[in-house]
Structures are given as C-alpha cells and as structure tokens.
C-alpha cells in the first residue's frame, strides 16, 4: 500500500534554559497525538469532527509510529494522515527507548507549532510521552478515554501506570462512563476538568459497519466456517505470555475438539511469543483457523459472525457489547469492569481449568451469554466523538491567544 504520509520536517537543535513561546494570530490550534492501532481508532471520529470546522479551529497530527504496519491501513479507512511522523518503531524495542524517541522527537515540534492544545487517547507509551511533552512546554493536554483502572500497577503493563501518570499531567479529563468519572474524582481529579462522554471506539464501530461490506478475505472466511459456530480469538498481553496463554490455547483447542459444530479463527498477533503459542497448541487441527491480524474493518466484519469471542483486548471489550456478542476476558483483571456489570463479558482468570468450564458454560446457554445479545451499550451512544469536539472548541477558543513557557 503506497503512504501518503509526509516525511517530517526538519527542525534545528533546540538549547537549554526556558523559552517564551508566542501563538501566532489565528486560529486556536489542536495537537492530536496517535501512534498504535487503537489510538487512530478512537481518535479519528474525532479528528473528523474538528476537521468539520475548519474556520474555529486548525487541527495537526502527530503519529509516533510505535505501530507501523498495523497503523497504515487505519490512516487510509479514516482518511486520517500524520502531518508530522517520527517512525519511533524500532525491533525488539523496550517501552523506555520508545518513550525516549517520542520524547525527543516530539519536542522540536510542540516547540514550532505551539498548539493551544494536546489531545491524546488512552493507556500507551506514545500517550505517556505525549503528556509529559505538554506538561514540559505548558500546554494543556486533554485525555480521551480517562479514568480506566484495573486496580493493579503490573497489569496491564505498561498501560496501567501509563493511564495512571496521564491522570496527573493531563489537565482536561474525557471519561467514557461514570465509572471512569467516579474514579477520576476519588484520585483528587477537580470535578470541573471531567466530561462524561462516551468512548469513540463506538463511533468508529457504526461508521465501519455503515460504510463497509465484507471484503473478499472475510467472505472466503466466513465461507470456510460454512455453518459451523464460530468462535473467535485474539491475545497478545505480557501477562500472558508463556504458561498462561499455552494452558487456554490447549483448553480451547480441547473444547474445539468436544464440539464438531465449532470453528475457531485465531488472529495471530506477530509477536513471536504469541506465534510460537499457537503454532504449537492449535497450528494441526482441521477445525481451527490461524489467520494474520486484519484490518480494522475486515476484523468488525468477521467479528459480527462470531458465536463467542474469546480476547485479552482492551478494545474488543468494547466492542462486543457494540455488536451483541458475548465475550471471555482472557485476564485475571480488567480496567473495563462496565462489560461485566453490564452482563456481556465474563472474566476467564488463569486457574487451570477455568477457561474450559466457562466455555462449557457458554456452550450450555449460560444466563450471561445469552444476555450478551440484548444488553444496551455501556460504553456510550456512537455520539462521543461529536460531544468531545464540541469540548475541544470550547477549551481552545477560551485559550486562544495565550502564550506558553517552554520549560526543559
């Protein structure tokens, strides 16, 4: 697929000591930082939104590439493309060294284009870096998606100490629910600073699902599932890697096995510690289906035929109760508890055993799973990107004109 995203300009070595920073005349200017698959995701509903007011506000992009392959194809569905790039993505990388690289790469650019405000999405490094770059120039940063906790600092790692350090630097909060909100609040959060809005990842679901058909892929395979119950699967956290993820594997691939009327599609994640997992627990068997990750929408398309999803994502936590679909949370925690309150989504856990016992449930027609078909959305309305805009034009506009001190 041919880029069209511009090289980043040129900037010249920035000095010690503390610089005044003047806005030039014009309009208030917007930073939308990204650089993994679920930031464009959920931040291009609202890019779009701002985009829709061209005379209001000047709305810039700024992608670290911590996701490079996996990023592109989002940028040409949402028609979303980076104006400043600093291909961060190294191999074998740890969080530090992509911290490292945003951090530097993202100051010389905050330093030129001076925005009146730094709009940043969730729980990733690139977020992290973004959000200790405006408090180190004074530039106020909003969070979309704030207030998500799982209660333990290691897991998910890094993301839940990212979420909870953005917490501290970010100055506006948008919290999907009211849960988020509450959690916000007891951390010391000023009320005032928090908007309930729900979270865009609905917003880009509807608009998939409106203005996309199933591409050929989905369709050969759908067409290979024929009319068997499919089940679908992704995992790709730290946590589990090793013992963890090979025991579900192996009592998936065994409830598999007990059930001829069941297929099992396996979007591998490529980090090798998931690929050697499932080359080695499920690659032989007739029924199940190791296929590379797919694009966002070929992904929502196949995941609309699911019978059960089966995932240690954040994100499709929220959207299966967007599509109906009962859920199994491979984790012994989850940041996103509204799924399991709400009745679409059980946490699995990792006791040996346990996996295999609430498929079995599942299989039985288990209250929660059929629930699961019926639930409204507790993750919001698909009009969040248009609340949080409307936000972002009210901040900016009461800012427009300030100066910065750009502190290093």
């Not at 908007?195 to 058909?213: A, M, R």
């Not at 998931?274 to 190791?290: D, F, I, M, Y």
Request: charged share 20%; with cysteine.
């Amino acid at each position: 697929m041919a880029s069209r995203r511009p090289e980043p300009p040129s900037f010249p070595p920035t000095g010690a000591g503390a610089v005044s920073c003047q806005r030039l005349a014009g309009n208030p200017k917007v930073l939308c930082v990204f650089g993994t698959r679920p930031e464009i995701i959920k931040l291009a509903p609202i890019i779009q939104e701002l985009r829709r007011n061209p005379a209001s506000v000047s709305v810039r992009t700024l992608s670290s590439g911590q996701h490079t392959d996996l990023l592109e194809p989002l940028l040409e569905l949402f028609d979303v493309w980076p104006d400043f790039d600093l291909r961060v993505m190294r191999s074998e990388q740890s969080p530090n060294e992509v911290c490292a690289r945003a951090l530097e790469g993202m100051g010389p650019i905050i330093r030129a284009e001076v925005p009146d405000l730094i709009v940043i999405q969730g729980d990733t490094t690139t977020a992290l870096a973004a959000a200790m770059s405006g408090f180190h120039y004074q530039i106020p940063v909003a969070h979309v998606e704030a207030g998500l906790r799982s209660g333990d600092s290691l897991s998910p790692f890094p993301e839940e100490m990212n979420r909870r350090l953005i917490t501290r630097l970010a100055k506006y909060h948008f919290a999907a629910t009211a849960g988020n909100r509450a959690q916000l609040l007891e951390e010391g959060v000023p009320a005032e600073d928090i908007f309930v809005t729900g979270n865009p990842v609905v917003d880009s679901l509807h608009y998939i699902l409106e203005n996309s058909v199933p591409s050929d892929l989905v369709g050969s395979l759908l067409q290979w599932v024929g009319g068997r119950k499919l089940m679908v699967l992704t995992t790709h956290r730290r946590e589990n890697f090793g013992g963890t993820m090979q025991q579900n594997l192996r009592e998936i691939r065994g409830f598999v096995e007990a059930h001829e009327e069941l297929s099992l599609i396996f979007a591998v994640h490529p980090n090798p510690n998931v690929v050697q997992a499932a080359k080695t627990e499920l690659a032989s068997h007739p029924r199940v289906h190791l296929i590379n990750p797919l694009g966002y929408a070929d992904f929502i398309q196949l995941v609309s035929h699911a019978w059960l999803l089966l995932s240690d994502s954040g994100g499709i936590q929220e959207e299966a109760p967007s599509l109906g679909k009962p859920l199994l949370i491979l984790r012994n925690n989850t940041e996103r508890p509204e799924a399991i309150q709400a009745g679409t989504a059980v946490l699995v856990g990792d006791k040996p055993g346990g996996l295999a016992a609430m498929l079995d449930a599942a299989y039985g027609g288990a209250p929660w799973f059929e629930k699961a078909k019926q639930v409204r959305n507790p993750f919001g309305d698909g009009k969040a990107a248009q609340r949080i805009s409307r936000l972002i034009l009210t901040i900016v506009e009461s800012k427009k004109g300030a100066t910065c001190e750009a502190a290093r």
